[in-house]
Structure formats: structure tokens, C-alpha cells
């Protein structure tokens, strides 16, 4: 984990970057005053409804700023627009201000209309300074967005500024700058424009969920101490409980109620960035949780990190995902299908009313022994494999058969036999087709291609794995539409998030299995009978 010095914090990096073309810059009339905003907008290539995440940029960035979720939006096929919100926080019209809100509101309708995005599936997320704009919206926007993620969010306006004046930063210049019409400290409007001091508007949330999410080292190896996090949770879960505002009235509630975080836990997380009692089982991923509290739609994290937003947000946030499909579905594929958590019961979680068979096993090639064992070469066994999956369902059909297999048939051992590969695929999905659960059937057949494997930090037998992927991966779909399969390609769009959704470099986390069953999904409403 790297740790960013207070100085130079590197959620507020303003480094500009070259925007994937995919990408387009856009200009939106405000509805306030008429100022023209600019934005980055990326329309989902789908037919189907997508969902819509407004991604915030940070305290000193505007739009153009490099955002680390752009590689994951292109491979989830999302909707996604990065507005500039009056920039950076450095001037009257930025920090949190009617403009902020109103422009984040009109960004909102403008995706709206020029994009396929789901109106009940909106979700804003940030991080630092749009971790403040995030909470700043959750209080203020009158859009029923769907969730917001704030990480590392400042809270209170007013505590960041002293906070600053004491560590030294230029964040609080940029406070009284944009809260001070002289040099003098205007302590009401940074309280006015602070999250935590504002009205609730419990009525508009109550469908809308709230995260908050906080490194534990932050304040320290970060610029925002995780006091701004945990006051802001404590407050409006004291309101939705007890009818209280104020903190002075809702901690003495703390030290009897375990859902709100008493002043003896603040403490304890402030001085040992660390918490002994937690629970190991608790995971942000690869992150430990050190507290956790949720109350209603609302959670706290404080998580091992520090000013920070982790590489897998977006697969925590909880867009639409389940179908009403009822198809009979046969799956056929290795560890990544047979795997729990893996795609195939991504499968089953968001086609809860399909009948989904699987029979696929970890290690299974094409066509060869892996490991010596005969059972895992789908080539030489496939006939059982489906005579077992007609027994399976009984006197009904399949309506889709899914195959996907190739990542073992890549590995060392098999490295100079990449020509056979290609020729048993050819053979197996010829012995598929003709099968005769396949001429009672009669179903439509979907190939799903390897998913990348990570090229450094693995395995020795999966070495050079990847590269030998990527060159088998145009013949594999050749071959498969000549048998009338859909091709799925899961190895580009997985590329660029395989990384931190995968700790082996081969197995991704259930987050990154949902890509996959989703990419399914989509090909299935396509082809649907």
C-alpha cells in the first residue's frame, strides 16, 4: 500500500491525462446562471439500460482530470459523465455552493437524455474534495439518485480549515478564498456550505443509500482527518434515531448505542490507527475493516488506508443487476466458472428465476491432461460431460449452452503445443454441436473467451499465459461463429481492472465475476428466444 505524504496528497493530484476516446468532452448551460460547464460523457454501447455513475473530481482538479474508475466503466459498459462543477475549490462559485448543487443536478438530466442510462439506477460517488461534493449532494440535490459513495470526504468546512492552518496545507488558503470576501476568516459560510451542518432531507432519502468511507491512516498520511467521516455518519444517524442535529447532543447517546461510533472508539481509531478487536473476517477486499456501523441506508467504513479510494469502488456500489429470465442454462468452463463466487453463480445470483447447470471444473482444458488427470480434458470426456448434464435436467431442454475454457490450455506445460490448442477447439465444439442433448435441445450457444492473467507477480506455470491468450483469442472466436456461437470477448475489456480484481492474478474477486455473468446476461437477452 503506497502512503501519501500530507503535502502532496495523491487523491488530490490534478495531473491532466489524455481521455480515452471513448470519452467525450460535452458542454452543459448551467440552470442557475447560464455558465457553460464542461464534462466528460461516456454513452453504454448497449441496447439495454445501463446505470449511470457521475464520478466527482477532487478538491483541487476539475473535469479533466485523470479518473482511476474509466477503465472499469468501459469494461462494466456503463454510463458515466465527469462534470466540473466550478472546478477547482479555490473560488466563491466552488466548495459545495448553489452552483456545485445545481450543476451536478443539470449533469445528471444531461446523461439522462443523451445516454440509454436506467433513471432509477444513478449513482454519484467521490473521493476527497468529491468526497465533500458527494455528501454535499446526498444533502442538497433534489434528484433521487440511487446511492452515494463518499471516501474520505470532508465534512465540516469550518474544522478543515483550522485543521489545515495547523497541518500546514493550502487547503486552507483555498477555504477562505473561496468562504471570505477579505482576509478574514468568514467561519458562517464555510459552516453553511459544510455537509454536516446542513438540513437533512430524510423524506428524499429514504430510497437513497449512503456510504462513507474512510482509510484509517488519513490525517495522519492523508489531509482529511477520519473525524470528518465518522461525525458526519454519527449525525444523521442521531436524526433518523433520537431527532437530534447537533453532535453535542447525539454522542452522550453513543456510549450505550452500538449503532452509532462513541467518542472512546474516535479516539482509539485517531491515536492507534488500529483497532485490536476487529473482525478478520470484515473485508474491503484485500482491506482489513477496523469499524464498521450501518444504520437504515446508511455506512461506515474505516478501513486499513489512508486518503484514499480504493481501485474496486464501482463494484461496491449497488446498481440494478438481477433479470427475470427463466431459461434452462448449461455451463461449461474451469476454476473461474466452478469457483464459488465465480461467474457462473454470478449467474444464478442475478437470474434468480433460470434453471443454471454447471458442470465445470477447476483445471479443465480443451483438450489436454492437465496434471496428469484425465478427467479435466473436456475434449476426451465431453460426451459424459453432457450425457451427466441431460440426466440433470431431466425431460427438458437446455435453452443456452455456455462454454467457456482456455486458461489452462495456456499454461508452461502446454506452451509448445499452442497449435494443437486451436484444433481441439475446433474438434471439441464440432463434438458439442452434435451431441444429441444438443438435437433435442436445439439451444443457442454462447462462447465466453478466456479472461486476462496478470503477466507479473504470478505463478510460474501461468507464466507468459497471458501473451499466449491474446494470440489465441482471435482463432478461438473465428472458430466459434463458424459452429453459430456468440462470442463474448471478457480478455480486452478485463485488461486494464484485472489487477486489483484479481489477488492471483488468474481468480477474480465476486465483484469482477459479476462483469462477466453480466456481459452474459446481456448476450442472452440479445439471442433470447
Not at 36 to 53: D, E, G, R, V, W
Not at 257 to 279: C, G, H, M
Not at 437 to 466: A, C, E, H, Q, W
Request: charge should be neutral; charged fraction near 25%.
Amino acid at each position: 500500500m503506497s502512503l501519501f505524504s500530507q503535502t502532496d496528497p495523491a487523491w488530490d493530484n490534478t495531473s491532466k491525462s489524455n481521455w480515452n476516446d471513448a470519452f467525450k468532452k460535452i458542454e452543459i448551460t448551467s440552470s442557475l446562471d447560464g455558465k457553460m460547464q464542461n464534462a466528460f460523457l461516456y454513452a453504454s454501447k448497449s441496447k439495454a439500460k445501463k446505470p449511470l455513475i457521475i464520478s466527482l473530481h477532487t478538491w483541487s482538479a476539475d473535469y479533466t482530470q485523470k479518473d482511476p474508475l474509466t477503465n472499469e466503466i468501459l469494461a462494466r459498459d456503463w454510463n458515466y459523465i465527469h462534470p466540473d462543477f466550478r472546478g477547482t475549490n479555490n473560488n466563491a462559485e466552488a466548495m459545495a455552493s448553489q452552483y456545485v448543487i445545481a450543476d451536478i443536478e443539470d449533469a445528471i438530466q444531461y446523461a439522462l437524455k443523451n445516454t440509454n442510462s436506467d433513471p432509477e439506477d444513478v449513482h454519484i460517488v467521490g473521493v476527497s474534495g468529491g468526497g465533500l461534493a458527494t455528501l454535499a449532494a446526498y444533502m442538497n440535490i433534489k434528484y433521487p439518485v440511487k446511492s452515494f459513495s463518499a471516501w474520505a470526504p470532508i465534512s465540516d468546512l469550518e474544522s478543515w480549515y483550522w485543521e489545515s492552518i495547523g497541518r500546514k496545507q493550502k487547503y486552507a488558503a483555498n477555504i477562505l478564498k473561496a468562504t471570505s470576501k477579505d482576509s478574514v476568516f468568514n467561519a458562517e459560510e464555510a459552516r453553511r456550505r459544510s455537509p454536516l451542518l446542513q438540513q437533512f432531507p430524510k423524506d428524499l432519502r429514504k430510497n437513497a443509500k449512503l456510504y462513507i468511507y474512510e482509510g484509517v491512516h488519513d490525517g495522519y498520511t492523508g489531509s482529511v482527518p477520519i473525524t470528518h467521516s465518522i461525525n458526519m455518519y454519527n449525525r444523521l444517524v442521531g436524526e433518523l434515531k433520537y431527532g437530534s442535529v447537533k453532535l453535542e447532543d447525539i454522542m452522550p447517546k453513543a456510549v450505550t448505542d452500538t449503532k452509532l461510533v462513541s467518542e472512546k472508539e474516535i479516539i482509539s481509531l485517531v491515536t492507534k490507527q488500529y483497532n485490536p478487536a476487529f473482525d478478520k473476517k470484515d473485508k474491503l477486499f484485500d482491506r482489513n475493516v477496523y469499524l464498521s456501523r450501518e444504520f437504515e441506508n446508511i455506512k461506515l467504513t474505516i478501513f486499513e488506508g489512508t486518503h484514499e479510494q480504493i481501485p474496486q469502488a464501482l463494484g461496491l456500489i449497488p446498481v440494478k443487476n438481477t433479470s427475470n429470465l427463466k431459461y434452462n442454462i448449461l455451463c461449461l468452463g474451469d476454476s473461474n466458472a466452478q469457483n464459488k463466487g465465480g461467474w457462473v453463480d454470478q449467474l444464478k445470483n442475478m437470474m434468480p428465476n433460470a434453471n443454471i447447470i454447471n458442470i465445470s471444473k477447476s483445471g479443465r482444458t480443451i483438450g489436454f491432461d492437465n496434471n496428469g488427470k484425465k478427467d479435466l480434458n473436456a475434449l476426451a470426456n465431453i460426451d459424459d460431460y453432457l450425457n451427466d448434464a441431460q440426466q440433470q435436467i431431466g425431460n427438458k431442454k437446455y435453452d443456452f449452452v455456455i462454454v467457456c475454457l482456455g486458461t489452462n490450455d495456456t499454461k508452461n506445460d502446454f506452451a509448445d503445443k499452442q497449435k494443437e490448442v486451436v484444433v481441439n477447439f475446433e474438434t471439441l465444439l464440432n463434438k458439442i454441436t452434435k451431441h444429441s442433448l444438443i438435437k433435442k435441445s436445439k439451444p443457442k450457444f454462447i462462447y465466453v473467451t478466456p479472461p486476462p492473467m496478470r503477466t507479473k507477480n504470478i505463478l510460474d506455470k501461468y507464466k507468459g499465459g497471458n501473451e499466449r491468450i491474446e494470440q489465441l483469442i482471435p482463432q478461438f472466436t473465428t472458430i466459434a461463429q463458424s459452429k453459430k456461437f456468440s462470442v463474448i470477448d471478457i480478455y480486452h475489456p478485463l485488461l486494464g481492472i484485472l489487477d486489483y480484481y484479481a489477488e492471483d492474478g488468474i481468480h477474480m474477486a465476486d465483484e469482477g465475476q459479476q462483469i462477466i455473468a453480466a456481459d452474459i446476461i446481456e448476450n442472452i437477452q440479445k439471442t433470447k428466444k
